[in-house]
């Protein structure tokens, strides 16, 4: 049973990513989990400077769910390479940088510094946060913008494949990933999370300290599914997908879908150990199923004529 696949020339051992803004820098997982289980996961957020994030509350559960609104929380990208990045780069596992600014120089910067340090495999830009109260979704939802930062993005950095991941709060997916490839990106993933709202009815207030959040867990993965087959139709580069992924079947859907690598997120809020469970799961689908690699799963559904 081989599990392996290769994403925007990387080899990574199995599809399975832990996403970033759900798995913290990863060193926090280590004596939660194998990180050298995983085919590799992506880091929180880093910005030019620090940031605090926004008021609490940050995180409501819903129905079938949660709504987020963390404000890309972290500690910046220098703290980051001189902290965090040395003991990550010790690992086996693919490690990937999730990357955010509030301007096309923003996200340049933080990419040049990353560029200089050891120990990462690629990078996420992170253009569709729907928490932030300026920039992130706004590069995501106009398709000139979009090509605008990714393609000086692309510019700043030739180290390492460049993932753009996108937002599903757009009327067009496929016309933002083909913006995001035709400026560079070498993969795209998606979907981050949809602008969402909690209510306290007796105080008649948002229950978000930020007043909106991102909805994310099973709740949006038919959606999900639907973005990530259309992306797939839509450029060539690879496909990650993410949205309410908890089990082996689900990671199984999004590949047949069109997703090379799948991102694991919300799950782990409530088990920190579904990443590595789902490397499992997802080998036992496979066995049922009689196919004996991961690759071929990648686009092989079949649409009801």
Known sequence: MNLEIHLAGIRLKNPILAASGTFGYGLEFATILDLNSLGGFVVKGLSREPI??????????????????????????????????????QLETAVFANVFGYTPGDYVEVLRALEDAEGLAGYELNVS??????????????????????????????????????????SSI????????????????????????????????????????????????????????????????????????ANGED????MLCGATAVQVGTATFWDPSTPQRLVGEFRQVLERENVASARELTGALELNR
Do not use: W
């Open 251 to 254: 990671v199984a859907e999004f």
């Open 129 to 170: 946060c729907p928490n932030t109260k300026h920039g992130g979704m706004q590069f995501a939802s106009d398709a000139g913008l979009l090509g605008e930062v990714v393609g000086l993005a692309r510019k700043a950095v030739s180290r390492r494949p460049l993932i753009v991941k996108l937002s599903p709060n757009v």
């Open 52 to 89: 605090e994030g926004n008021q609490p509350p940050r995180v409501i559960e819903t129905a079938a769910g949660m709504l987020n609104s963390i404000g890309l929380q972290n500690v910046g990208v220098r703290a980051f390479i001189r902290d965090k990045l040395p003991r990550l780069a």
């Open 174 to 245: 496929a016309e933002m990933a083909r913006a995001a490839e035709e400026a560079g990106a070498d993969a795209i993933s998606l979907v981050n999370t949809f602008v969402g709202m909690a209510v306290d009815l007796r105080q008649r207030r948002p229950r978000l300290g930020g007043n909106f959040g991102g909805l994310s867990g099973p709740a949006i993965k038919p959606i999900a599914l639907r973005m990530v087959y259309e992306t797939a139709q839509a450029v060539s580069v690879p496909v990650i997908g993410l949205g309410g992924i």
